[in-house]
């Protein structure tokens, strides 16, 4: 956790964290399109349920509204955004930019990515940028924060950026003895938060987390376990088996299979196997809150944003507190 001398950033997460209260945040995808009532509707499904909602950038390398712009709309309707921004689309004074500009809207929170390869996307024939990496790009933005300076180190005249600054990390990627040394590296940048990817294999976490516990990096940043609903036999089978760095043990499979057994209508079994994705990340929560180190979840309910509330009450994390201020450090 970078020293912000106490409370800075205006960010009502970092309020929650520095408070000692499990944090929870969701995921808000902008449309592939201009249409703001999208953004209107999701928010309005959030609010209330999280501390904030992260804003994705263009994610899967899929055109979509800006990050900052889905956000500033966020931001009218009372749901606090966390802009994503990755090191894919654009160059250091591009990034700076829109750091500037994003502030001046209100925005107070930024979540630091590589971003998904264009090959993946709908232009796979655009050129990435990668001026900087995702470690790089967390110290420039506390750079802006905390020295009041670019990255080329001219001295910012005015209102200086002071987010809240994240970062990603996936603690099942290989090799896994590194991911710890690796997520320690994203903290020492001056990471003052991190959201993992989606955890179905608790005790492999629960041992990623003990070896972060043990080199003391849970003292450096928040860590926010990501979890998400599953909603079919298939999707689950597809984690397991084709997404690199994804670990869903068979006993989650076998659940979700196991949920719509006997079940002749469609609908019907659809019903089950959602209900019982709510279930399977409801449990998860619970085990999280459990793993010393977790200071909140991350849900991941991808383009499922009504499944949000459901998980957050289910997991007894309603009514979210409410933090007026944070003593300084």
Same mark, same amino acid.
């Not at 002071?162 to 991911?179: M, T």
């Not at 003052?192 to 972060?212: A, L, S, W």
């Not at 376990?225 to 909603?231: D, Q």
């Given at each position: 956790?970078?020293?912000?001398?106490?409370?800075?950033?205006?960010?009502? &997460? *970092? #309020?929650?964290?520095?408070?000692?209260?499990?944090?929870? +945040?969701?995921?808000?995808?902008?449309?592939?399109?201009?249409?703001?009532?999208?953004?209107?509707?999701?928010?309005?499904?959030?609010?209330?349920?999280?501390?904030?909602?992260?804003? +994705?950038?263009?994610? @899967?390398?899929? /055109?979509?509204?800006?990050? %900052?712009?889905?956000?500033? &709309?966020?931001?009218?309707?009372?749901?606090?955004?966390?802009?994503?921004?990755?090191?894919?689309?654009?160059?250091?004074?591009?990034?700076?930019?829109?750091?500037?500009?994003?502030?001046?809207?209100?925005?107070?929170?930024?979540?630091?990515?590589?971003?998904?390869?264009? +090959? =993946?996307?709908?232009?796979?024939?655009?050129?990435? /940028?990668?001026?900087?990496?995702?470690?790089?790009?967390?110290?420039? $933005?506390?750079?802006?924060?905390?020295?009041?300076?670019?990255?080329?180190?001219?001295? %910012? #005249?005015?209102?200086?950026?002071?987010?809240?600054?994240?970062?990603?990390?996936?603690?099942?990627?290989?090799?896994?003895?590194?991911?710890?040394?690796?997520?320690?590296?994203?903290?020492?940048?001056?990471?003052?938060? %991190?959201? @993992?990817?989606?955890?179905?294999?608790?005790?492999?976490?629960? *041992? =990623?987390?003990?070896? $972060?516990?043990?080199?003391?990096?849970? #003292?450096?940043?928040?860590?926010?376990?990501?979890?998400?609903?599953?909603? @079919?036999?298939?999707?689950?089978?597809?984690?397991?088996?084709? $997404?690199?760095?994804?670990?869903?043990?068979?006993?989650?499979?076998?659940?979700?299979? +196991?949920?719509?057994?006997? %079940?002749?209508?469609?609908?019907? #079994?659809?019903?089950?196997?959602?209900?019982?994705?709510?279930?399977?990340?409801?449990?998860?929560?619970?085990?999280?809150?459990?793993?010393?180190?977790?200071?909140?979840?991350?849900?991941?309910?991808?383009?499922?944003?009504?499944? /949000?509330?459901?998980?957050?009450?289910?997991?007894?994390?309603?009514?979210?507190?409410?933090?007026?201020?944070?003593?300084? @450090?």
């Amino acid at each position: 956790m970078s020293d912000l001398n106490g409370y800075k950033s205006g960010s009502n &997460l *970092e #309020k929650i964290l520095r408070a000692g209260h499990f944090a929870v +945040t969701a995921e808000l995808g902008p449309p592939k399109n201009a249409d703001a009532e999208v953004i209107r509707k999701k928010a309005a499904l959030l609010k209330g349920c999280v501390e904030a909602a992260n804003i +994705t950038d263009n994610q @899967t390398a899929i /055109v979509r509204m800006s990050s %900052i712009g889905a956000g500033a &709309l966020a931001l009218r309707e009372g749901l606090e955004p966390v802009m994503q921004m990755t090191c894919r689309d654009r160059n250091r004074l591009g990034m700076q930019g829109d750091l500037l500009g994003a502030y001046a809207l209100g925005l107070r929170n930024i979540l630091c990515l590589t971003g998904d390869h264009q +090959t =993946f996307g709908n232009h796979p024939q655009a050129k990435n /940028v990668h001026d900087m990496d995702s470690v790089q790009l967390v110290q420039m $933005v506390v750079g802006l924060r905390d020295k009041g300076c670019f990255q080329c180190g001219e001295e %910012i #005249k005015g209102v200086v950026p002071r987010f809240f600054v994240g970062a990603a990390e996936n603690p099942f990627g290989d090799p896994f003895e590194f991911r710890p040394l690796r997520l320690g590296k994203k903290a020492k940048a001056g990471a003052d938060f %991190i959201q @993992t990817q989606m955890i179905y294999n608790v005790p492999k976490f629960r *041992e =990623f987390m003990k070896r $972060v516990v043990d080199l003391g990096v849970h #003292k450096q940043t928040y860590i926010l376990a990501g979890v998400g609903p599953l909603k @079919t036999p298939g999707a689950a089978k597809y984690m397991r088996d084709q $997404v690199p760095g994804m670990d869903v043990p068979d006993e989650i499979v076998e659940r979700m299979e +196991t949920a719509g057994k006997g %079940i002749e209508d469609k609908k019907a #079994k659809a019903a089950a196997y959602r209900e019982e994705g709510l279930k399977i990340c409801i449990d998860i929560i619970h085990q999280m809150r459990e793993i010393e180190g977790v200071a909140g979840a991350h849900i991941m309910a991808i383009e499922w944003e009504e499944a /949000v509330k459901p998980i957050v009450e289910g997991a007894g994390l309603l009514p979210r507190p409410v933090v007026e201020a944070v003593p300084s @450090t």
